[in-house]
């Protein structure tokens, strides 16, 4: 089947440092990846659109000055939360829908933490 | 806005039970409903329903979708302890397959 990657697979970073995670489809092209954020014990909550070769689109709410997602080839999207603070520690989990399916294969996620 | 309600958010069964677990939704330009099973990580990918009345079903996990009363049920029969995880619902609405989750059902089956 298709598979996902995240990298890093968690990471710990002081406030005020910026942290950039990787999402790479393995076996096939993806001109769309999703990026997700999960607190505990809550759902996944879309965070933004990666379209390869232009811009992201966020949802509402979503600062994308903070959050800054970087498309640059049809199997690797990364996403990097600058300035990064306590209250950004999260489960960051990116997805990719493979080819026209509707069906997404999402990564094994990145739990970052903030001290 | 898109909306996806799962019920019930909690549920603790013995092995051997039969649950069902419920999801409603309201979106705009319906595509496709998906069950997901959570466990410490991903999500993984149970079941994808575009069509009403037509059980999909992989072993003990069945699933239907109704599309006028906008809603999907996923059962599960004989629960064993491996199925204890959280259960998300998710719809695919408007473009570009975007997905709206719920909240997710947090199933805990005991020995």
């Known amino acids: 089947g298709a598979v996902v990657s995240q990298h890093p697979s968690w990471v710990i970073c002081k406030s005020g440092t910026s942290v950039k995670i990787e999402c790479r489809s393995l076996?096939?092209?993806?001109?769309?990846m999703f990026w997700y954020r999960q607190f505990p014990k809550q759902s996944l909550m879309l965070m933004a659109t990666?379209?390869?070769?232009?811009?992201?689109?966020?949802e509402q709410g979503v600062e994308k000055d903070k959050f800054l997602i970087n498309h640059a080839s049809l199997t690797l999207s990364t996403l990097t939360v600058t300035s990064a603070h306590p209250e950004d520690s999260s489960f960051y989990i990116c997805?990719?829908?493979?080819?026209?399916?509707?069906?997404?294969?999402f990564g094994p996620g990145t739990r970052l933490t903030v001290t | 806005e898109d909306k996806v309600v799962q019920s019930p958010l909690s549920l603790v069964v013995h092995e051997g039970d039969t649950v069902t677990l419920n999801c409603s939704y309201e979106?705009?330009?319906?595509?496709?409903l998906l069950w997901y099973k959570q466990e410490k990580k991903a999500p993984t990918f149970l079941f994808m329903l575009?069509?009403?009345?037509i059980e999909k079903k992989s072993g003990r996990l069945s699933s239907i979708l109704d599309k006028k009363e906008l809603f999907s049920i996923l059962n599960i029969t004989a629960t064993q302890t491996g199925d204890s995880a959280v259960y998300l619902c998710?719809?695919?609405?408007?473009?570009?397959?975007?997905?709206?989750f719920g909240k997710g059902t947090l199933l805990t089956v005991n020995p």
């Open positions: 997805s990719a829908p493979k080819g026209g399916a509707v069906e997404q294969y």
């Open positions: 076996d096939f092209q993806a001109t769309t």
């Open positions: 990666s379209n390869e070769g232009s811009k992201a689109t966020y």
């Open positions: 979106v705009t330009n319906f595509r496709s």
């Open positions: 575009t069509s009403s009345g």
């Open positions: 998710a719809v695919e609405g408007g473009s570009n397959y975007k997905l709206t």
